[in-house]
């Protein structure tokens, strides 16, 4: 597999320094990727750059994936107008190995392949590193010219939606380019990849081992992931999509990706799975011949949720959205947990009622009506029942009243009711 041409295909690469692709063919060569720890889990915006890495490594080569603890404890000012929050070591290290986890499903830490991969920290090789020593060893080789030449720089310096540049931020381009030297020097890595964004970093980087070692590097980048309609790439109303099921559940997860647009699906797609060129041309003469069915948000959908989740998870996902979208049984609503079934009906009207109304057993027409307004009256409930229109917990209720007890609560604590096909309520018992 050639890594430059599979990226090509894929639209991940936005800039290639001169020499990359002949490097790559003339040997195993390693490449590192950094990531920001400033979280216990990544999201969804990190998913660009963690493919190249696996991509890279399915073709031959050795991915490095770089945990910026001393960079995340300055703040990178590309793209951003303000500083980050710094971190402690403490929460470094639970970040680190978090995120290490989350890696292990994308990449092969363990085997003793020669292109396993590795994670590393640079708060390891920085933290005893002297403020006198990093001026004189580092700073020396590149000039404040060359350092204000980067756009990263010219943007802050400009003021854009922010009060100028800290000399913290100004030297981050330093501390990156030294991250990439050491790693020349002592992993033999000669390339480092990242987004669009990450060029001028990067590029320090191969201009200080030049300066420094008379060595080559190499640099590539891929395009900023937005959306069609211009809108940020990886943000819901309520804020990142995480990778952790701690913080996005799955079924959330894999609604994300079920609900992107076509435009955007045929991007995504190419991006965020391992399907091959066939598999996705296929897919996309298929969308194109029936958009309604949605084959590509479907395999996407599905292939990222097994990779970064599992098959289990997968399923579970489709049968919770079988029971908003579909003719889903008693059985399968039973099934779901309890983040699960509030992520599916996140939106609908609620209900709270004492739990002590269901220990002696409460009518269903003075529940639905007195304790949780569901109908206006007890007549309305009567006839809708009688026409087949109302179902509790995905069972149609046959009589209108039919005795609901603590036994019928889903969870301990929830009863879903359900008027017409598509008006769902949630009583929720205290």
């Excluded at 303000?82 to 970040?95: A, C, F, G, S, W």
């Excluded at 310096?157 to 981050?172: D, I, K, P, Q, W």
């Excluded at 030297?181 to 992993?187: G, I, M, P």
Aim: glycine share 8%.
């Amino acid at each position: 597999m050639n890594f430059v041409e599979e990226l090509k295909w894929r639209g991940m690469i936005h800039d290639i320094m001169p020499g990359t692709e002949e490097q790559l063919q003339k040997e195993m060569t390693t490449a590192y990727v950094g990531i920001d720890p400033t979280a216990d889990s990544l999201h969804i915006g990190h998913l660009v750059s963690v493919m190249m890495l696996k991509h890279f490594q399915r073709a031959g080569h050795k991915p490095i994936a770089l945990v910026g603890g001393a960079t995340g404890m300055i703040g990178d000012p590309s793209m951003k107008s303000q500083e980050r929050n710094l971190l402690d070591e403490k929460t470094l290290r639970h970040n680190q190995e978090a995120i290490k986890k989350q890696l292990s499903k994308f990449l092969d830490f363990e085997s003793d392949a020669p292109n396993a991969a590795e994670l590393v920290n640079n708060y390891d090789w920085m933290k005893n590193f002297s403020f006198l020593d990093f001026i004189r060893d580092v700073g020396k080789y590149i000039t404040v010219n060359y350092m204000m030449s980067k756009d990263s720089v010219k943007r802050r310096l400009a003021g854009e939606g922010s009060n100028g540049l800290s000399f913290t931020e100004f030297s981050y381009q330093l501390v990156q380019g030294y991250d990439f030297t050491y790693l020349y020097k002592t992993k033999n890595c000669k390339l480092q990849m990242g987004g669009s964004d990450q060029w001028g970093n990067i590029t320090t980087g191969t201009e200080l081992i030049r300066r420094t070692t008379g060595g080559e590097a190499f640099a590539l980048t891929c395009p900023l992931i937005t959306k069609a309609d211009g809108g940020k790439f990886g943000k819901t109303e309520s804020g990142n999509v995480w990778l952790d099921p701690r913080y996005t559940s799955p079924y959330k997860f894999y609604q994300f990706w079920l609900n992107v647009s076509d435009a955007d699906a045929e991007r995504y797609i190419k991006i965020f799975t391992a399907l091959s060129k066939e598999e996705i041309d296929a897919l996309i003469e298929e969308q194109h011949a029936a958009p309604h069915l949605r084959p590509i948000q479907k395999r996407l959908a599905k292939e990222i949720t097994i990779m970064v989740h599992s098959t289990e998870d997968y399923e579970a996902a489709v049968e919770a959205s079988n029971i908003l979208f579909g003719n889903s049984t008693s059985e399968q609503l039973k099934k779901l947990d309890e983040d699960t079934l509030l992520a599916v009906f996140e939106g609908v009207p609620q209900f709270e009622i004492s739990k002590n109304e269901l220990i002696q057993g409460i009518k269903a027409v003075d529940l639905l009506t007195e304790k949780a307004a569901v109908f206006p009256s007890k007549g309305e409930m009567r006839k809708i029942t009688q026409g087949g229109g109302v179902s509790v917990n995905k069972e149609k209720l046959l009589q209108f009243d039919k005795e609901i007890s603590e036994k019928d609560l889903l969870n301990g604590k929830y009863i879903l009711v359900q008027k017409g096909k598509k008006n769902y309520f949630l009583i929720i018992a205290k």
